[in-house]
């Protein structure tokens, strides 16, 4: 069945016209160079002193340096990634590459290192069209600005996390997500081994993608080393091929191999996995995710508010460590259990085990897959141990193929992009940025909630209490972009707008998550054998 | 997409295009003791809030006009007076009186830089998105592309944003008195268009369009009756709000000073390097030298004179609405190439009937469009916007690009038939190649971009310091010749008999 749709999705597209992606792409590239004065933040050094660290010293020595505070944390892919840029850099700024340079900014690094964002954005591009082709059209030849393709597209490379993470916070997610969109196309092409390849690769760029290898390790055991299943989407035991998983043990194991290879022969692998995985840090990163941590964090701090109201709590028993002084630093609960990194660890195992097991039990082809990557992906958001707010993009931008398919998988991106994307705002703290994250992050919200209702014909995409928590965004972002800051309560409590944020945004994130499961569950329960779609 | 969604995404797409270009440098950033326009904007502020309305004019202990006097018209002091109260309110330093004198900081450039924002939306993007959605007859996707390229248009941006200019307001306030025209509302086009004049002197370039076409209308409304009632009407509207506009300079002494202070007579027939006739006739003979300041101003005003007569008799007999905008564009450029002491900025008040124009020749718009930003090139470098130039350039090209503008260019989509036609009744094999047209704008886009680039890297020659400004006037010059030619031939040749729009 993935073969007739996938044959018919290729003659379709051979007669596209591909133009306006093009145009699409070109627009937001001359964006993205306008965005080259705008603030950047400790991440820009932290990149720069990479690209010393590769360029000047001996492989033996990347993963100990420790001249800077910005120590190469990243798997040793993206270590080299920085030494192939570092050899165009050398004609850009030769000081940029000396390791002792600490916070150097010519304007030549800055403009060079915003280039090679833009730049290696170009691998983003490509997977964003392939994702575009996979996506079936529409039976009725409809006008450009309604096919589902061109929706994708806008979703893909306009996405706003994206530009404001990468091309004003600055990092490298752009070719990163590059790589995860290519692999996933590779999959619905039924390129299999090529989507195990790429996204070994991907795994030792930026080992944060961990989070969502359950859900190609699953898939491609369950639909590729099986060759196929029952009539009612089971699985058939005997249709094992062995040859398969052996080649795709064999390509997974060669990419380890090349990678950390070199590092393991020079014994140095301790190291390496110590500077990988930090579990020094806190629970929290410095800016609160907006996951289950945040409102278990609140409802402590509140609960030792009551406690001490009520008296049932002396202050001596409470430990000093403020909640949130915006550091990387521990943090102690006063009334709810401690939590520990093997918590996180299991909560996290927990969620994702319900959308694995779906997966094995019931074939349903690449969506199925999607869908089952997507939740991976916001279960370790939402119980992961000091997660990042950035990682809620590996969440939304796989969750814009799905939002292209069906009305209510729409719904839920219009909920989690929206929240997820406001969660964003505390990354940019400057005046200067603030009408543009406003401005990109209004642009953005328009476009996915008119052109998504286009695309479906239908004006109710959300219930109304959805529409309400939306809605109650707007006071929120106004609240703490442009009014707290004018109080005298900003010196008291700094933290206050990141927690009123965190905590209302976290609400949708588990929503769209509790959602996204029923709908998982629901389709799976009534799954038929696939025809085309 | 229902109309609304896409505005509000144009919208947003035009006001983040220009706050990016806004974190760019400004003019005379860091270059005491004149600084540039940013300074004297601010400095405007700093005179209008300290001193007494009768003194802002005029060189006293106070205020020395050598360094920035105010040579705007009452508007824009009006208009700097309210900056100055919010800027009072946000940081006192800003706009006191001597001490303030070149105050940089990035605080004031944000608050500087949201004055020009919000003035924009209020006056220019409201009127364009009026024009572009209310008066448009044509399809919506026709519509939406103009509204984009006249968002989109990096001229007045990167002059307005980067620069440091409140041109959006002058050109605005013209927008708005087009659109009341459009509605038939005369007295309402002529308020708006005094509002503009008294905003700018510069918007002189576009009085007299303004001046036939309300002449034409009372005529062909016969003399006797109605039209001399509307002429009545729209005198004394305009007396009327200039007296507004200059309450408090109402004595002899004052207005002459105000004059004065408007148009300075002395300071010769170019100033840079600009793209009109003047400056590039000096590369062959140095005018400056030969001739003296009285003939300079009688030959650039007979010059003037003569070039606006043609386009400026057809719409005093045919005042129709079309001919009315491609009269603007004409008399623009006429005064652009030929006045006396043109600002290389002017170039935009042409560049807004053009714009205007969008959809009617689509090619040769875009193509002046893109040439009005390259001759604004040497200016654009000296203030550090290099990288904002490119970009916008080639974002407004691409944005057009997406309406095939390079498969028009058959005469029919030139406009350029009846001309056509009436040059065969004499030659008779007189005609346009369909690819001609499209292969000259590929090649002056080419010639562009190269001498942008040289621009840009290449340090002149010894001996010629002003070898690349030079060569950027004169290319952009002849392009101006050629399109105010075209855009006269457009008006000239322009059918009359059809049924003017309501």
Redesign the interface.
């Known amino acids: 069945a993935n073969k007739v749709i996938f044959l018919t999705v290729m003659a379709a597209s051979r007669v596209e016209d591909w133009k306006w992606f093009l ?1 699409l792409a ?2 937001v590239s ?2 993205k ?6 603030y950047h933040s400790t991440d820009f050094e932290v990149h720069r002193n990479w690209l010393a660290i590769t360029h000047s010293l001996p492989i033996s020595q990347w993963y100990y340096e420790d001249t800077s505070e910005w120590t190469l944390d990243y798997p040793p892919l993206f270590a080299w990634f920085e030494y192939l840029l570092s050899q165009i850099g050398r004609y850009f700024d030769k000081e940029m590459l000396a390791v002792q340079n600490l916070n150097y900014g010519s304007t030549a690094t800055i403009i060079f290192q915003r280039l090679t964002v833009i730049f290696t954005d170009i691998l983003f591009m490509y997977a964003a069209r392939e994702c575009c082709r996979c996506i079936p059209e529409k039976k009725d030849g409809k006008e450009l ?2 096919r589902p393709a061109f929706v994708l597209a806008v979703l893909l490379l306009w996405n706003f996390g994206l530009l404001i993470v990468d091309h004003i916070h600055f990092q490298y997610n752009g070719f990163l997500f590059g790589l995860l969109l290519l692999s996933v196309a590779r999959l619905f092409q039924n390129r299999n081994l090529e989507s195990a390849l790429l996204f070994t690769i991907l795994l030792n760029f930026k080992h944060i993608f961990l989070y969502v290898a359950p859900a190609y390790g699953i898939y491609l055991l369950r639909s590729y080393c099986f060759t196929s299943s029952k009539p009612d989407g089971s699985l058939k035991w005997s249709t094992f091929s062995f040859l398969r998983l052996a080649s795709l043990g064999l390509i997974v194991c060669s990419v380890f191999a090349v990678s950390f290879g070199p590092f393991i022969a020079m014994g140095q692998l301790p190291q390496v996995l110590s500077r990988l995985f930090p579990f020094k840090r806190g629970l929290c990163h410095a800016y609160w995710a907006p996951n289950f941590w945040a409102l278990y964090n609140v409802i402590d701090k509140a609960l030792s508010v009551i406690g001490l109201k009520c008296g049932l709590l002396n202050i001596e028993s409470i430990p000093k460590a403020s909640m949130t002084g915006g550091l990387v630093q521990e943090f102690q609960h006063t009334v709810l259990p401690s939590v520990s990194p093997l918590i996180t660890l299991i909560c996290t195992f927990i969620s994702i085990m319900p959308a694995v097991c779906c997966l094995w039990l019931k074939h349903r082809g690449p969506y199925g897959f999607l869908h089952c990557l997507i939740l991976c992906a916001l279960g370790s958001f939402l119980f992961g141990w000091h997660v990042h707010e950035k990682a809620i993009l590996i969440a939304i931008l796989p969750l814009s193929l799905l939002a292209v398919k069906g009305k209510k998988e729409a719904g839920i991106f219009l909920v989690l992009s929206t929240t997820g994307h406001l969660s964003l705002f505390p990354l940019l703290f400057t ?2 940025e603030l ?2 994250k406003i ?2 992050m ?2 953005f919200t ?2 996915s ?3 998504l209702r ?1 695309l479906f014909r239908e004006d109710r995409l959300l219930s109304w209490l959805e529409v309400l928590y939306l809605c109650g965004l707007i006071p929120l972002g106004i609240f703490c972009e442009l009014f707290y800051p004018l109080t005298p309560w900003k010196e008291r409590f700094p933290f206050l707008p990141l927690l009123l944020t965190s905590v209302y945004c976290a609400l949708g994130v588990m929503q769209s998550w509790l959602k996204l499961y029923i709908l998982l569950l629901n389709e799976s329960a009534t799954v038929k054998p696939k025809k085309d779609q | 997409m229902e109309l609304w969604n896409l505005m509000s995404i144009i919208l947003l797409l035009g006001l983040t295009l220009r706050w990016t270009v806004s974190l760019n440098s400004y003019s005379g950033a860091g270059k005491p003791p004149m600084f540039g326009d940013y300074e004297a904007q601010r400095h405007w502020q700093e005179i209008t809030y300290n001193l007494p309305v009768k003194q802002w004019y005029f060189n006293t202990s106070d205020n020395n006009l050598q360094y920035w006097g105010l040579d705007y018209p009452p508007l824009t002091a009006y208009h700097s007076l309210i900056c100055a109260y919010v800027a009072k309110v946000i940081n006192p330093d800003w706009i006191s009186l001597h001490t303030s004198r070149g105050y940089e900081s990035l605080e004031h450039k944000l608050f500087m830089r949201s004055t020009v924002f919000v003035a924009d939306l209020i006056v220019y993007i409201s009127a364009v998105f009026f024009y572009g959605f209310y008066l448009n007859k044509s399809s919506e996707k026709k519509k939406v592309f103009n509204v984009l390229c006249m968002l989109v248009y990096p001229g007045l941006i990167l002059i307005d944003y980067g620069h440091f200019q409140y041109n959006c307001v002058s050109l605005g306030f013209t927008l708005w008195g087009i659109i009341s025209f459009t509605y038939q509302r005369y007295l309402l086009g002529s308020l708006a268009f005094v509002l503009a004049l008294n905003y700018k002197q510069m918007e002189l370039y576009h009085s007299l369009p303004f001046f036939c076409f309300l002449l034409g209308k009372s005529f062909s409304k016969g003399i006797k009756g109605d039209g001399l009632v509307l002429l009545v009407k729209i005198a004394f509207t305009v007396i009327a709000s200039f007296a507004l506009c200059w309450l408090p300079f109402l004595t002899t002494e004052q207005i002459f000073q105000v004059l004065r202070r408007l148009f300075p007579v002395d300071r010769g027939i170019f100033e840079d390097k600009v793209a009109n006739i003047w400056c590039s006739l000096s590369v062959l003979l140095k005018i400056k030298n030969v001739i003296s300041l009285q003939t300079q101003l009688k030959l650039s005003f007979a010059a003037t004179l003569l070039s606006v007569i043609p386009t400026c008799i057809k719409l005093t007999i045919h005042p129709n609405l079309k001919g009315f905008i491609f009269s603007l564009a004409n008399c623009s450029l006429s005064f652009f190439l030929f006045s006396f002491h043109v600002h290389e900025k002017s170039i935009l008040l042409a560049a807004l009937p053009v714009c205007l124009l969008l959809n009617e020749t689509a090619l040769m718009s875009t193509w002046f469009l893109v040439a009005s930003t390259f001759s604004m090139l040497p200016l654009l470098l000296k203030d550090g916007l290099l990288l904002p130039y490119i970009v916008t350039s080639l974002l407004f090209l691409l944005v057009t690009m997406t309406s095939s503008v390079l498969e028009k260019t058959s005469e029919e989509d030139l406009k350029l038939k009846p001309f056509c036609i009436s040059i065969r009744r004499y030659i008779s094999w007189f005609n346009i190649p369909k690819q001609l047209m499209r292969n000259i704008f590929l090649l002056s886009v080419i010639t562009m971009a190269i001498l942008s680039v040289v621009s840009a890297t290449l340090t002149p020659p010894s001996g010629l310091p002003d070898l690349f400004p030079l060569l950027v006037s004169v290319v952009s010059c002849i392009h101006f010749l050629y399109f105010w030619m075209y855009f006269n031939i457009l008006h000239f040749w322009e059918p009359t008999n059809k049924i003017k729009t309501n």
């Open positions: 145009v070109a627009g001359l964006l160079c306008l965005l080259i004065p705008t600005f309604k005046a200067q009408p543009i401005l990109l209004l642009l328009v476009y909630f008119s052109a286009d």
